[in-house]
């Protein structure tokens, strides 16, 4: 059972919108810690692509977005694409059990 | 360039030990802090370890606590995660990460896999 919540799967057609979200709670998300997200191809290590809850590494496509409020986080990926089939994590820190947590993961689908 | 090498995993028997490596590369090795994080197999990501820049400090994912420790070599600019008392459950890649000055884990290992059967 992961400390952050997310869909377990969106999907979308080319060039579409879809977003992801990232629920925790008041020792994580909600205390302020920033979050950030992880890109997973399929059979490759996780790759960072957003971080301190909005930005974007050198390299990473702006048709990546994130946003955070309140409890909550969200990715939002515009123009999708083929090549965005992956599995995405969101990952913060928690207060409460003095360590890092991982959302549940997302895996995206281009229709 | 940063690069990672993960290295060490194999099929252990449940009991058994195993140490794996991370040797870094293309960064100041003792500048940053690292993770160990594993992912079992079709399941998704879970923070095992950290360790900081100086080696000072560790801490634990209540999952391993008590029987993984992790260490680092500076002069060998190595990251290791000694795995003891190993579970069925402990199947799975392990990546370590270089974590960046804002917590998060900004460059990956490919990972290296432990089965425990």
């Known amino acids: 059972q992961s400390v952050l919540t997310q869909p377990p799967s969106v999907s979308g057609a080319p060039g579409q919108r879809v977003t992801i979200s990232c629920t925790g709670s008041?020792?994580?998300?909600?205390?302020?810690?920033?979050v950030h997200w992880y890109q997973q191809l399929p059979g490759t290590a996780p790759k960072l692509l957003i971080y301190?809850?909005?930005s974007r590494p050198s390299g990473v496509p702006d048709r990546f977005s994130a946003s955070k409020s309140g409890t909550s986080a969200s990715l939002a990926i515009t123009g999708l694409q083929a090549e965005d089939e992956a599995d995405y994590y969101c990952?913060?820190?928690?207060?409460?059990?003095?360590?890092?947590?991982f959302g549940s993961g997302t895996k995206v689908s281009v229709l | 360039e940063v690069h990672l090498l993960d290295s060490g995993g194999g099929l252990v028997q449940p009991g058994g030990s195993l140490r794996l490596s991370c040797a870094a590369s293309?960064?100041?090795?003792?500048?940053?802090?690292m993770t160990w994080v594993r992912q079992a197999p079709g399941k998704g990501l879970e923070w095992v370890s950290f360790?900081?820049?100086?080696?000072?400090?560790?801490n634990y994912a209540d999952s391993v606590k008590g029987r993984f420790t992790t260490s680092r070599d500076k002069s060998k600019k190595t990251l290791y995660l000694q795995m003891n008392s190993l579970k069925v459950d402990d199947t799975a890649v392990y990546y370590c990460?270089?974590?960046?000055?804002?917590?998060?884990?900004?460059?990956w290992g490919q990972g290296t896999l432990v089965t425990v059967s």
């Open positions: 008041s020792s994580n998300i909600g205390a302020g810690y920033d």
């Open positions: 293309g960064f100041t090795f003792s500048s940053y802090s």
């Open positions: 301190g809850d909005i």
């Open positions: 360790i900081s820049d100086s080696g000072s400090r560790t």
């Open positions: 990460a270089k974590i960046g000055t804002g917590n998060y884990f900004e460059d």
């Open positions: 990952q913060s820190y928690d207060s409460s059990l003095i360590g890092y947590v």
